[in-house]
């Protein structure tokens, strides 16, 4: 869902009783904990000129950052009767008489240039909103994006879902569910690092090599968790890979770092061949069970799992890779991680990383 244009928001009705009740600080407070971390992050809020989702009060919420990679426009929706808050894409769906569903799937055809099979829930939640779903085909199963539609049903919002009153970063981990991270580290520590990334992404790659020799001398001091994002319309064997990692977490737990660390050294010989040929020369060669991993890997129930779990990620706006999360708080990487190294090095007590020393000139020479 990345590709999809903010939605211009179209004048309905005047908000002025709402905006009188509408606690700035405080939701630029929360947006705060809720946007992913930047270097020289700032945040602000604008309220509009004009309403949307019925009993909600918009925001454009604007993040700007030294990081060129790391600025972001979107909207914040508040609701002062049940203090909901929601942060995302805002799309209008127009009102005629076709049922809300077809004109939510028109929406979405446009966006993507695909279609989607769309059902709203019919139970309510807070403030007269209703869950949808968006489900379209792929090589894999059905993959699903989700949002709500308002009670006007003239209205849908794709993004994150969360309460002023609850701190974001828990409902940030509630939703994304780590039931299938794999763990490692010490269980009590109060430093919690979340590492979502792709086999095939190369910006993946470069990550684990700078950030993994940190986290393997300082196990004792994190609770570490690493769950799979494999983006599979843009990497064709990130899925696969991903499985397999699946598939060894469970049959050989003792080796699912070796794959990890064996697939991410190895990424550009690993594309030139089908990758169940690499799962299967890795099973052999550490000695583990092979037929009970292709029974994991070709488990349609598997690929199903893996697919929500993506799908969670992005209804969380989690969509690039690798992404880190520090005790609740999202980092992207960019194209060189300093900014987000330093800040697993911070939360670890370590001192920042050394700053690259240029060499030495050479004299010049003298002229005869």
């Not at 799309?91 to 005629?96: C, H, I, Q």
């Not at 569903?101 to 769309?118: C, F, G, M, S």
């Not at 490692?184 to 979502?196: A, C, Q, T, W």
Request: with cysteine; net charge positive.
């Amino acid at each position: 869902m990345k590709r999809l244009l903010l939605a211009t928001l179209v004048a309905l009705l005047p908000f002025s009783a709402f905006a009188q009740r509408a606690d700035i600080a405080a939701l630029r407070a929360y947006a705060e904990k809720a946007m992913p971390r930047c270097a020289g992050s700032v945040i602000t809020l604008d309220q509009l000129p004009s309403a949307g989702p019925a009993g909600f009060i918009p925001f454009n919420l604007t993040q700007t950052s030294t990081d060129k990679t790391c600025g972001r426009k979107t909207y914040m929706l508040y609701s002062p009767s049940s203090q909901q808050i929601l942060i995302g894409t805002v799309f209008p769906l127009g009102m005629d008489a076709r049922p809300a569903t077809d004109r939510i799937a028109e929406v979405v055809l446009e966006a993507l240039k695909q279609p989607v099979h769309v059902t709203i829930a019919p139970f309510p939640l807070p403030d007269g909103l209703h869950a949808v779903s968006m489900a379209r085909d792929t090589p894999y199963g059905q993959f699903a994006y989700h949002g709500f539609i308002d009670q006007s049903q003239a209205w849908m919002v794709v993004g994150f879902r969360g309460n002023l009153h609850t701190d974001p970063t828990q409902s940030l981990l509630e939703a994304l569910n780590l039931s299938a991270a794999v763990r490692r580290g010490d269980p009590k520590s109060k430093v919690k690092i979340i590492e979502m990334s792709d086999f095939e992404c190369p910006t993946c790659g470069r990550a684990h090599k700078k950030v993994e020799p940190i986290i393997a001398k300082n196990l004792k001091k994190l609770d570490y968790y690493r769950l799979d994002l494999p983006l599979f319309e843009m990497h064709p064997w990130a899925m696969d890979a991903a499985l397999g990692a699946r598939a060894i977490s469970r049959v050989a737990p003792a080796k699912y770092w070796d794959y990890v660390n064996y697939v991410y050294a190895n990424q550009e010989p690993i594309g030139k061949q089908p990758f169940e040929k690499t799962l299967h020369d890795f099973c052999e060669d550490h000695d583990i069970n092979w037929s009970a991993v292709e029974k994991i890997v070709k488990s349609p129930a598997e690929r199903a799992a893996l697919l929500d779990q993506v799908s969670r990620a992005f209804d969380v706006g989690v969509n690039s890779t690798p992404t880190y999360i520090i005790n609740g708080t999202i980092l992207g990487f960019g194209p060189e991680g300093s900014f987000t190294i330093d800040q697993i090095r911070k939360a670890l007590g370590l001192p920042p990383e050394p700053a690259a020393t240029k060499p030495a000139a050479k004299p010049a020479k003298s002229k005869k």
